[in-house]
């Protein structure tokens, strides 16, 4: 009998220690929520009272998961940091491109489209993100592995150690970054630049042949091309631009460059203010160029880029759709590559540098950027992946503790009915 209540004392024992960090754990999120969900009714009420109906465009979780945008101090719809060009009209447009990428389908992009915006994504997403990339070993291309370390900079981990994986490792050994296309050699510039991250001396690849590779795809039109040999566009031109601008000041070469590419993209618009991508108008050559613009510090009413008294911005605004998303042509559906283009653009604008650089770069290789407040309403910090742990480990040591009392209950069993059956042989 005794020995029956054996599993239920080792349970209990192992529950106490779990149960404290679970309580705590809680209270935590439940301080923040309370605190987040004060802050939500003040901003309610205040668009309530300025019969502002943005609130309604969606609702947002308080799951959802804050990541580290450009302004990491601003409120959602309230902009504190103004500067001359950036309007209410091109706030709520940011917001509603944010909200119909977050329940659109998931583009390349959309996580680092939300960050520096400044705007949450979904926390169940994210943490599957996060856990699918941690366990990626190989990616088909260069490209999509750039991409992700973008993704998970601006979902507030250091690429370096994305749960034991480093992510920046491939870009330094990668040996056919010459045969890549300009997309590629650029997204590689962006993804080492948004953090910072850092390559040693005897890495095959290094910032300095990056952007030589670079270089190399300028025309004599002072456009780049794709590939080598093949067309300037204004798409290619414009993120080779942004990705070259930190660079202009310590390398002569790409300070020429840029001066190059400015007057082909000056020289490529057309007179409604719009950009061609092949022979169709581009939305998204649109928004590169606007980035590029603000990448570069030139003002958006530099008279090389104002046709018919509209500046790039107001052209941009051309493609929204009622949805709240961007179309790539005038009167296309809203499109996923095209509303990313278009937050990036925007965020550009509205905080007036690059946006594919954080604002205050993470530190601890491998740790979250825990303790971030944004743009949104509510949001937890990332701490789910941890109370999973915490969880999982708590049933595993519970199962395991009644597996091994079972055992010694058994065995108990079949010894006592050993011993009962050496007394009757004796008696008999």
């Known amino acids: 009998m005794k020995l029956r209540i054996i599993p239920f004392l080792i349970v209990l024992l192992f529950m106490v220690p779990f149960a404290a960090i679970f309580a705590s754990a809680r209270a935590v999120n439940i301080n923040e929520l309370s605190s987040s969900e004060g802050e939500t009714e003040k901003l309610e009420d205040s668009a309530s009272e ?6 309604d465009t969606m609702a947002r979780s308080s799951e959802d998961v804050i990541q580290p945008g450009a302004n990491v101090t601003e409120s959602k719809g309230i902009n504190q940091n103004p500067n001359e060009y950036w309007t ?16 659109s389908k998931q583009g390349k992009l959309s996580y680092l489209c939300l960050g520096t915006a400044g705007e949450p994504a979904p926390a169940q997403l994210v943490t599957k993100y996060i856990s699918d990339v941690s366990l990626t070993e190989e990616y088909e291309n260069i490209l999509d592995l750039e991409y992700a370390i973008l993704n998970t900079t601006f979902c507030g981990y250091n690429a370096e150690n994305i ?21 590629t050699i650029a997204y590689a510039l962006l993804a080492l630049d948004c953090n910072q991250y850092s390559l040693e001396k005897d890495s095959h690849n290094s910032r300095d042949s990056l952007t030589q590779l670079l270089l190399a795809r300028q025309n004599a039109d002072g456009g780049f091309s794709a590939y ?11 993120l080779a631009l942004v990705a070259l601008a930190d660079y202009r000041q310590d390398q002569p070469a790409c300070q020429l460059a840029v001066q190059n590419g400015i007057s082909y993209l000056a020289s490529m618009q057309q007179e409604d203010g719009t950009y061609l991508d092949g022979n169709k108008t581009s939305s998204t050559a649109v928004s590169k160029v ?4 603000i990448a570069l510090d030139i003002p958006l009413d530099d008279e ?55 604002m205050f770069y993470l530190e601890n290789a491998g740790n979250s950027f825990e303790n971030v407040t944004s743009s949104a309403d509510t949001g937890v910090t990332i701490q789910q992946p941890v109370m999973i742990g915490i969880l ?25 009915e050993t011993q009962d059956g050496d007394t009757e042989k004796k008696r008999s």
């Open 163 to 183: 749960l034991g994986n480093n992510l920046i490792k491939p870009i330094k050994r990668y040996a056919y970054y010459e045969k890549e296309s300009l997309y």
């Open 50 to 55: 300025a019969g502002d109906d943005s609130t």
């Open 88 to 103: 209410e009209e091109l706030d709520a447009t940011l917001a509603l491109a944010c909200d119909w990428l977050s329940i």
């Open 304 to 358: 090389r880029f104002v046709k018919s008294g509209e500046t790039i911005d107001e052209v941009l605004l051309g493609f929204t759709r009622v949805d709240g998303g961007f179309g790539e042509a005038r009167l296309d559906d809203s499109d996923v590559v095209a509303t990313e283009n278009a937050i990036l653009a925007l965020s550009a604008l509205k905080n007036e540098k690059n946006p594919y650089q954080l």
């Open 392 to 416: 999982a480990g708590a049933v595993v040591i519970i199962l395991l503790a009644l597996v091994v009392t079972k055992k010694m209950i058994n065995r108990h069993e079949e010894a006592g």
């Open 290 to 293: 606007l980035t590029a613009l």
């Open 228 to 238: 080598p040999e093949q067309n300037s566009t204004p798409t290619q031109t414009a």
